[in-house]
């Protein structure tokens, strides 16, 4: 099955994750100036009636970048729609997307037609994220049109599956957009994600270190300092497992190796109280030993854009 439209031709096949706290709009129409999809979270903004102020920065910014760059125009940006229960703000900012005609929804933490079908109407593009083929399958029943493959050793809520069981058990059966998310911080990575199977490299942590993300020069510093070795995967924050840099959790009084379980039934991700978690426990993914220096997102893209050029010319020949 051919891509969507608005997902073709890509100067680079790499999707920024949505950061929570961390994506604003500043991040988001660099990555899309630069060539890949940029992307937030709707609850990144807040009050809720800022979501109206930031989507219609991006949108209004992004239409004069192609009209003064019509031989270079900007990638198309998405909006992460927590649809969980939890989420109160759901109908208001699935409103204020419709409003904009976002191109790309992202929905996360429960697959809903309802959800689907709105995106649709407007005329956008529905990937939807999962952490197993089980929940692969449910989200194309219900009418998502790709899917992002959350790998272990992703950033933030992450899952346990290998990225080539995880694409490979998708690809037997779905032939639609496939983003591979896990550990991708380096252009030979994303080559990698297309050599196993999936359409884009979908990449969070490393924009965590950039001078447009909304972190501070602590977190961003501390992805630069990590490694691997320094990324613990927890349940305690946010009730659901997820990457989490060790530094911080040390910061805030705990011992990363020895963390208690969370109650499921109490998970919260749209709240203040999950705010202060994220705000205080730094999300991070397993690939951050490739993050060296804090730089802007335009400077990342093209360090990512070069390695991936260098790496199809070693494997591919050209």
């Known amino acids: 099955m051919a891509l969507p439209p608005i997902l073709q031709n890509l100067p680079l096949p790499i999707i920024g994750s949505p950061l929570f706290i961390v994506s604003n709009p500043k991040l988001v129409i660099e990555q899309c100036k630069a060539g890949v999809v940029g992307s937030m979270p709707a609850l990144n903004a807040r009050p809720a009636e800022q979501l109206d102020e930031w ?16 031989d270079r125009k900007a990638a198309p940006f998405a909006i992460n729609q927590i649809v969980h229960k ?4 759901l109908e208001h900012d699935m409103a204020v ?15 809903r037609t309802d959800i689907n079908d ?25 009418g998502a049109d790709g899917l992002i493959a959350v790998a272990a050793g992703a950033g933030g809520h992450a899952g346990v599956k290998s990225p080539f069981a995880l694409i490979q058990e998708i690809r037997e059966w779905f032939d639609g957009p496939v983003a591979l998310s ?54 305690l924050f946010t009730g659901v497992h997820g990457n989490y840099l060790k530094p911080s959790i040390r910061n805030a009084g705990m011992d990363p190796d020895n963390l208690p379980e969370s109650d499921p039934s109490k998970m919260n991700f749209g709240g203040d109280t999950a705010k202060k978690a ?41």
């Open 278 to 318: 994220w705000k205080d426990i730094w999300g991070c993914g397993q690939g951050i030993g490739a993050v060296k220096q804090v730089l802007p997102t335009r400077e990342l893209v093209a360090r990512l854009a070069g390695e991936y050029q260098a790496a199809r010319a070693r494997v591919c020949g050209g």
């Open 182 to 235: 896990g550990s991708i911080a380096n252009g030979g990575a994303v080559l990698a994600a297309q050599a196993m199977g999936a359409d884009f490299a979908y990449i969070g942590s490393a924009f965590i270190a950039t001078e447009e993300a909304r972190a501070s020069d602590a977190y961003k510093q501390c992805i630069v300092e990590s490694n691997s070795d320094d990324i613990v995967y927890s349940s």
């Open 55 to 70: 989507l219609a920065e991006i949108t209004e910014t992004l239409a004069a970048w192609d009209r003064e760059n019509p």
């Open 118 to 142: 709105a995106v649709h109407a407007w005329g956008g593009v529905v990937l939807h994220d999962i952490i197993n083929n089980f929940f692969a399958k449910k989200a194309i029943e219900k």
């Open 97 to 111: 997307c419709a409003k904009y005609k976002v191109p790309i929804v992202i929905t996360s933490l429960g697959a």
């Open 86 to 89: 939890t989420n109160d703000r």
